[in-house]
DNA sequence: CGCAAGGCTGAACGCATGTTTAGTATGCTA
DNA sequence: TAGCATACTAAACATGCGTTCAGCCTTGCG
């Protein structure tokens, strides 16, 4: 039982081996656990030496970078896969509902509380296409205008994402590693006030809107 | 150079002695370094041997409970103290200003991050607050009424703290002690989105939001 | 067949951690 | 003054960590 995978037929075979599976439980006990989970708990979940581990990474650190790039290229995939037809979060929760995907979207989350590199090229990313989507709405008159549009497209996307984090370590689910319940959990908390924000704003009227924009222009000393 | 306070005078008196020291430097440290600064850092700063520390506080986990209840008792007495007339985050912003109260602001945000104890006990507090305030707003026209006003309270509150929290997990400020600094560089990033979002929402009318209620009384499969 | 290469392991190393222990100094109390 | 509790320390202990090392098998190639 020490190797659900065949040793290789050629050896040379870059993924698919051992060290892909290693790479996969990787992430998942990433996504599970946290990044602080030891070489040894990844070995043993694996079903080989910590020796391994090293001899296939180099180090926690190369087993780390190789995670990050590996789940941003597959993220990216799943996105351009399910185009266009579903918001961010749909979107995250779909992906999250497949046994596959769901450690992938674990993981980056962690990473983006951890603030790595992956966290910013996520981020960017998913900055980039609500920057679209958001054009396309204003383009179509559904969406308001914003007198900055990239910094709106960040701000949501660091709102979304952050919202959910903070949502998540206050409330953590039963089972980490089912995002989708966790989603739902946070969707009935927080669905129809950040509805109602999104569609109708707090404020009765832009006094507050433009007392910033004075504000700005001529800031205190 | 040992201990900047002379020895107790009674014994007894349990504050103002090297042990409050001890507790202050552990927040600066745990603000500054995260919770996981070990135990020898700790008592280096302080100038005292890593035994006392234990001596004191019996464990770690005991210093970052005495920690934790300090320096939420601290923030309600200053948030009692700057009564009213501030947004929460003027708040914050003003506390940290303060060198003294600098170092509670970094350690709740810490804990928020690690969703202890603490966190609940904080966000709970500043979710009261916002509720009121929200109720005052609508009393007052300036606010618009909700159709669940403590969802919305509690959403606003996760939501600015969350978005906080991830803009500077994305942007480490240079100084992580100076959070004055830091909320300056996030207000500078999305003071304007937000302040667009909170006074006009973001969409032109309300047809997501009905579609939003009638998904929630008529669930789909 | 012989042999080199690489996947893989068990055991150990070096280090940092939280914690314990035994002991010293100091100041209060009787 | 004697005694005792308390603040405090140096040193060690136990554990868990990432990592290294020497060597074992297996496989493919000459």
Redesign the pocket.
């Known amino acids: 039982m020490?190797?659900a995978l065949r040793?290789t037929?050629?050896?040379r075979s870059p993924d698919i081996t051992?060290?892909a599976h290693l790479r996969d439980t990787a992430i998942a006990l990433f996504s599970h656990e946290g990044f602080r989970v030891?070489?040894?708990?990844i070995a043993e979940a694996a079903g080989?030496?910590?020796?391994?581990v090293?001899?296939h990474f180099g180090?926690?650190?190369g087993l780390r970078q190789e995670c990050d790039t590996f789940v941003l290229a597959r993220i990216r995939e799943y996105k351009e896969d399910a185009v266009r037809r579903s918001t961010p979060g749909e979107l995250l929760s779909r992906m999250a509902a497949m046994d596959e995907s769901a450690p992938l979207v674990g993981y980056a989350l962690r990473s983006l509380q951890a603030g790595g590199e992956l966290a910013h090229s996520f981020i960017e990313h998913f900055v980039a296409d609500a920057e679209e989507w958001l054009a396309q709405g204003v383009a179509a008159g559904t969406i308001r205008p914003s007198l900055d549009e990239k910094a709106r497209a960040r701000y949501l996307t660091i709102q979304g994402f952050g919202s959910m984090l903070l949502d998540l370590a206050l409330n953590p689910p039963a089972d980490p590693g089912d995002f989708a319940a966790a989603m739902r959990g946070y969707l009935a908390r927080n669905g129809l006030p950040s509805t109602e924000l999104l569609t109708q704003g707090l404020m009765t009227d832009r006094t507050m809107l433009d007392a910033y924009l004075l504000y700005v222009v001529d800031p205190p000393a």
Do not use: E, F, T
């Open positions: 020490r190797s040793s037929k050629s050896g051992a060290r030891s070489v040894r708990a080989v030496s910590p020796a391994l090293l001899h180090s926690k650190d």
